[in-house]
């Protein structure tokens, strides 16, 4: 069964930094572009960082632009999501995703998220910033 297991959350100070991993299997990252969202308590689930799985392209939400840093691992295979200069506002549980559609990054279909057969999501990891 495909799995997505993300771990690196925890609590953290204003200012610090926080690398998020999301382990897959049985899954290629070669046929899946990887994503993280995140969902804050009574908002909705956003995209916050996508990785295209051909040519490794990454795409950003404008409120982690230049902080927030994603890329992949097709060897172990794994997805990362560094995360410097954290705000309150960044407090989230956070989820990693795959998704094989093409046009998924380049299409902006990483900023909202999508269910379906052959997407896959983790059980999320907490990051609190205070």
């Known amino acids: 069964d495909v799995q997505l297991v993300e771990s690196g959350g925890g609590s953290v100070q204003v200012g610090g930094s926080l690398t998020l991993s999301c382990a897959a299997s049985?899954?290629?990252?070669?046929?899946?572009?990887a994503a993280w969202f995140r969902q804050a308590p009574g908002k909705e689930r956003e995209g916050v960082a996508a990785?295209?799985?051909?040519?490794?392209?990454?795409y950003y939400a404008d409120s982690v632009k230049g902080r927030f840093t994603i890329w992949h691992d097709k060897s172990e295979p794994a997805a990362y999501l560094q995360m410097n200069s954290l705000k309150p506002e960044d407090t989230a549980m956070y989820y990693c995703?795959?998704?094989?559609?093409?046009?998924?990054?380049?299409?902006?279909?990483?900023?909202?998220?999508?269910?379906?057969?052959?997407?896959?999501w983790g059980q999320g990891t907490q990051v609190t910033v205070s």
């Open positions: 990785i295209q799985t051909r040519g490794g392209t990454t």
């Open positions: 995703a795959a998704d094989p559609t093409r046009s998924y990054c380049a299409g902006g279909y990483w900023r909202q998220p999508v269910m379906g057969p052959n997407k896959y």
């Open positions: 049985a899954i290629s990252l070669d046929e899946y572009n």
